[in-house]
Protein backbone atom coordinates (compact mmCIF):
# COMPACT_ATOMS: atom_id res chain seq x y z
CA UNK A 1 0.00 0.00 0.00
CA UNK A 2 1.38 3.54 -0.83
CA UNK A 3 2.59 5.73 2.03
CA UNK A 4 -0.58 8.28 0.50
CA UNK A 5 -3.13 5.89 0.66
CA UNK A 6 -1.93 4.71 4.40
CA UNK A 7 -1.45 8.91 5.35
CA UNK A 8 -5.37 9.40 4.22
CA UNK A 9 -6.87 6.21 6.31
CA UNK A 10 -4.66 7.38 9.19
CA UNK A 11 -6.35 10.67 9.05
CA UNK A 12 -9.81 9.17 8.46
CA UNK A 13 -9.41 7.12 11.51
CA UNK A 14 -8.12 9.97 13.24
CA UNK A 15 -11.18 12.14 12.53
CA UNK A 16 -13.49 8.81 13.46
CA UNK A 17 -11.06 8.56 17.13
CA UNK A 18 -12.03 12.25 17.38
CA UNK A 19 -15.32 12.08 16.81
CA UNK A 20 -16.28 9.01 18.92
CA UNK A 21 -14.68 10.66 21.59
CA UNK A 22 -15.79 14.56 21.18
CA UNK A 23 -19.56 13.12 20.59
CA UNK A 24 -19.50 10.66 23.72
CA UNK A 25 -19.24 12.98 26.73
CA UNK A 26 -22.08 15.09 25.13
CA UNK A 27 -24.09 11.89 24.40
CA UNK A 28 -23.88 10.52 27.46
CA UNK A 29 -24.46 13.58 29.40
CA UNK A 30 -28.00 14.91 28.17
CA UNK A 31 -29.86 11.59 27.71
CA UNK A 32 -31.15 12.47 23.70
CA UNK A 33 -30.56 8.50 21.86
CA UNK A 34 -34.56 8.22 20.92
CA UNK A 35 -35.41 7.77 24.56
CA UNK A 36 -34.15 4.06 24.77
CA UNK A 37 -32.59 4.12 28.52
CA UNK A 38 -29.13 4.89 29.78
CA UNK A 39 -25.94 4.89 27.46
CA UNK A 40 -24.48 7.45 24.95
CA UNK A 41 -26.33 10.42 23.72
CA UNK A 42 -26.01 12.45 21.30
CA UNK A 43 -26.36 16.55 21.75
CA UNK A 44 -25.79 17.69 18.45
CA UNK A 45 -26.39 21.49 20.17
CA UNK A 46 -23.63 21.02 22.49
CA UNK A 47 -21.21 20.38 19.83
CA UNK A 48 -22.32 22.62 17.18
CA UNK A 49 -19.93 25.39 18.60
CA UNK A 50 -20.98 28.37 16.01
CA UNK A 51 -24.74 27.38 15.53
CA UNK A 52 -24.62 27.28 12.34
CA UNK A 53 -26.27 23.43 11.82
CA UNK A 54 -22.93 21.54 10.91
CA UNK A 55 -20.72 20.12 13.33
CA UNK A 56 -17.26 20.10 12.13
CA UNK A 57 -13.93 17.89 13.03
CA UNK A 58 -12.74 20.64 14.74
CA UNK A 59 -15.97 21.76 16.74
CA UNK A 60 -15.62 18.26 17.90
CA UNK A 61 -11.65 18.50 18.89
CA UNK A 62 -12.81 21.73 20.52
CA UNK A 63 -15.41 20.30 22.64
CA UNK A 64 -13.18 17.49 23.59
CA UNK A 65 -10.32 19.57 25.06
CA UNK A 66 -12.85 21.19 27.32
CA UNK A 67 -14.38 18.34 28.41
CA UNK A 68 -11.07 17.20 29.26
CA UNK A 69 -10.07 20.27 30.86
CA UNK A 70 -13.17 20.36 32.39
CA UNK A 71 -12.47 16.81 33.94
CA UNK A 72 -8.37 17.75 34.72
CA UNK A 73 -9.19 19.63 38.07
CA UNK A 74 -5.31 19.71 39.08
CA UNK A 75 -4.62 21.66 35.54
CA UNK A 76 -1.66 19.23 35.31
CA UNK A 77 -3.05 17.98 31.70
CA UNK A 78 -3.69 14.12 32.94
CA UNK A 79 -6.82 12.53 34.03
CA UNK A 80 -5.95 11.05 37.31
CA UNK A 81 -8.24 7.92 38.53
CA UNK A 82 -9.68 10.29 41.30
CA UNK A 83 -10.50 13.11 38.08
CA UNK A 84 -12.43 10.23 36.24
CA UNK A 85 -14.29 8.82 39.44
CA UNK A 86 -15.53 12.67 39.97
CA UNK A 87 -16.35 13.19 36.62
CA UNK A 88 -18.45 10.10 36.27
CA UNK A 89 -19.77 10.27 40.24
CA UNK A 90 -21.26 14.52 39.41
CA UNK A 91 -22.75 12.64 36.04
CA UNK A 92 -24.67 10.08 38.11
CA UNK A 93 -25.27 12.47 40.46
CA UNK A 94 -26.62 14.74 38.55
CA UNK A 95 -29.29 12.59 36.97
CA UNK A 96 -30.27 11.35 39.81
CA UNK A 97 -31.10 14.37 41.13
CA UNK A 98 -33.21 14.74 37.51
CA UNK A 99 -35.29 11.45 37.91
CA UNK A 100 -35.89 12.22 41.71
CA UNK A 101 -37.05 15.62 40.81
CA UNK A 102 -39.42 14.29 38.63
CA UNK A 103 -40.49 11.12 41.02
CA UNK A 104 -41.31 14.34 43.57
CA UNK A 105 -43.50 16.09 40.94
CA UNK A 106 -45.21 13.27 39.82
CA UNK A 107 -45.98 11.71 43.43
CA UNK A 108 -45.99 15.17 45.23
CA UNK A 109 -50.09 15.25 45.66
CA UNK A 110 -50.37 18.14 47.99
CA UNK A 111 -47.39 20.06 46.09
CA UNK A 112 -45.11 21.23 48.64
CA UNK A 113 -42.07 20.11 46.69
CA UNK A 114 -41.66 17.09 49.48
CA UNK A 115 -42.66 13.31 49.60
CA UNK A 116 -44.89 12.02 52.35
CA UNK A 117 -44.99 8.51 53.34
CA UNK A 118 -48.34 8.55 51.59
CA UNK A 119 -47.33 9.45 48.74
CA UNK A 120 -44.43 7.34 48.36
CA UNK A 121 -44.63 4.92 45.53
CA UNK A 122 -45.88 1.24 46.85
CA UNK A 123 -48.27 3.04 49.36
CA UNK A 124 -51.36 2.75 47.06
CA UNK A 125 -53.29 0.20 45.44
CA UNK A 126 -50.60 -0.97 42.74
CA UNK A 127 -48.23 -1.75 46.37
CA UNK A 128 -51.54 -3.92 47.56
CA UNK A 129 -51.31 -5.71 43.48
CA UNK A 130 -47.73 -6.37 43.75
CA UNK A 131 -48.29 -7.78 47.73
CA UNK A 132 -51.10 -10.15 46.03
CA UNK A 133 -48.59 -11.19 43.57
CA UNK A 134 -46.53 -12.14 45.38
CA UNK A 135 -48.25 -13.88 47.83
CA UNK A 136 -48.69 -16.80 45.85
CA UNK A 137 -50.20 -18.99 48.56
CA UNK A 138 -52.92 -16.19 49.52
CA UNK A 139 -51.80 -16.68 53.62
CA UNK A 140 -51.29 -12.96 53.86
CA UNK A 141 -47.47 -13.41 54.03
CA UNK A 142 -44.66 -13.17 51.93
CA UNK A 143 -42.12 -15.91 52.55
CA UNK A 144 -38.53 -16.46 51.14
CA UNK A 145 -39.93 -19.17 48.92
CA UNK A 146 -42.25 -16.76 47.39
CA UNK A 147 -39.31 -14.45 46.85
CA UNK A 148 -37.27 -16.95 45.33
CA UNK A 149 -40.20 -17.59 43.08
CA UNK A 150 -40.63 -14.33 42.01
CA UNK A 151 -37.43 -13.45 41.44
CA UNK A 152 -37.43 -17.23 39.24
CA UNK A 153 -39.57 -15.46 37.12
CA UNK A 154 -37.85 -12.09 36.43
CA UNK A 155 -40.60 -10.39 38.76
CA UNK A 156 -43.55 -11.60 36.97
CA UNK A 157 -46.48 -12.00 38.61
CA UNK A 158 -48.48 -15.50 39.39
CA UNK A 159 -50.87 -14.50 36.90
CA UNK A 160 -48.68 -14.68 33.94
CA UNK A 161 -46.76 -16.60 31.71
CA UNK A 162 -48.71 -20.25 32.48
CA UNK A 163 -48.24 -20.30 36.18
CA UNK A 164 -51.96 -19.72 36.95
CA UNK A 165 -55.12 -17.52 37.97
CA UNK A 166 -55.79 -18.74 41.43
CA UNK A 167 -54.75 -18.25 44.91
CA UNK A 168 -53.21 -20.85 45.53
CA UNK A 169 -51.52 -22.17 42.28
CA UNK A 170 -48.34 -20.24 43.10
CA UNK A 171 -48.24 -22.83 45.76
CA UNK A 172 -48.93 -25.66 44.06
CA UNK A 173 -46.33 -24.36 41.60
CA UNK A 174 -43.76 -24.67 44.11
CA UNK A 175 -44.86 -28.31 45.05
CA UNK A 176 -44.21 -29.18 41.50
CA UNK A 177 -41.08 -27.71 41.56
CA UNK A 178 -40.07 -29.92 44.18
CA UNK A 179 -40.71 -33.22 42.58
Same mark, same amino acid.
Given at each position: ?41 ? @? ?27 ? @???? #? ?32 ? @? ?40 ? !? ?15 ? !? ?5 ? #????
Amino acid at each position: MKASKLAGIAAILTIGAVAVASITPAMARDGQMGGRGPGPRF @DFETLDANKDGKVTPEEMAEHRAAEFQAR @DTDG #DGLLSQDEMVAAVMARVQAGMAERIGRMIEKRDA @DGDGKISLAEMPGGDERGARMFERMDADGDGAISAEEVAEMQ !DRGGRGKHRHGHGHGKH !DGKRWMQ #DREQ
